[in-house]
């Protein structure tokens, strides 16, 4: 496997603002994606991340309230833009590892509450 | 896309008991797992197991492809089983992991 790292862990944020999300991976990764999990929910795509290129949003996410980049092949940023208290979730950050074929490995994930 | 389905969506057992959680999937898959969410929020991959059976500790799961149905086994349930058990699957037609709703496990001492 690997070793994911997401920061923040968690944050409390004012409704309107935006936080930054980081996913740091320190393996080879083939694929990378964005997920949200509601609260009591199950995980919902929210996006592909592609390096060098605009990320492959799901029906409902846009790119102006979730922006993605993808620098390099190791390293993402998702935004959440404009927030309102119903962007309160976890977000994920989950990789494909060169040489792990398809399986999919998760961040600890970023708590996000906005009041 | 390939909905997935989970069951029960809750289960509630005394500790010691053993338990089997059921995956059901609507189209062939190259990939299927099974994690455990712990109450911090983070999820644990538990099993890669597309096709066969496998085993690790405690827990073992069983996929039949052809049927298109997976089961996650659990003996001899300890309070440290608690939590959240997703089934997440991959198609052939695309990238993309999909999540069941998961199968909410509580262990009582």
């Known amino acids: 496997s690997a070793v994911i790292s997401q920061k923040p862990s968690r944050d409390i944020c004012q409704r309107g603002t935006s936080l930054t999300i980081q996913c740091q991976v320190d393996?080879?990764?083939?694929?990378m994606f964005w997920y949200r999990q509601q609260p009591g929910q199950s995980l919902t795509l929210i996006a592909t991340a592609n390096q060098g290129s605009e990320a492959t949003y799901e029906s409902g996410f846009v790119i102006d309230k979730f922006p993605i980049s993808r620098p390099n092949l190791t390293f993402s940023t998702l935004t959440v833009s404009n927030m309102s208290p119903e962007d309160s979730s976890i977000y994920l950050c989950s990789v494909q590892l060169r040489g792990s074929g398809t399986e999919a490995f998760f961040g600890q994930g970023t708590r996000l509450t906005v009041v | 896309g390939i909905q997935v389905e989970q069951s029960p969506p809750d289960l509630i057992l005394q500790e010691g008991a053993n338990s089997t959680l059921r995956c059901n999937f609507s189209d062939s898959v190259n990939n299927l797992q099974w994690f455990h969410q712990n109450p911090w929020g983070q999820l644990i991959n538990l099993f890669y197991?597309?096709?066969g059976t496998k085993q690790n500790g405690r827990l073992s799961a069983t996929t039949v492809a052809t049927e298109r149905y997976s089961l996650l086994y659990i003996s001899s349930s300890q309070t440290t089983d608690s939590g959240v058990y997703f089934c997440?699957?991959?198609?052939?037609?695309?990238?993309?992991?999909?999540f069941g709703k998961g199968t909410r496990l509580h262990i009582l001492p």
């Open positions: 393996s080879q990764v083939t694929m």
């Open positions: 197991i597309p096709s």
């Open positions: 997440a699957v991959r198609g052939w037609r695309d990238d993309k992991i999909i």
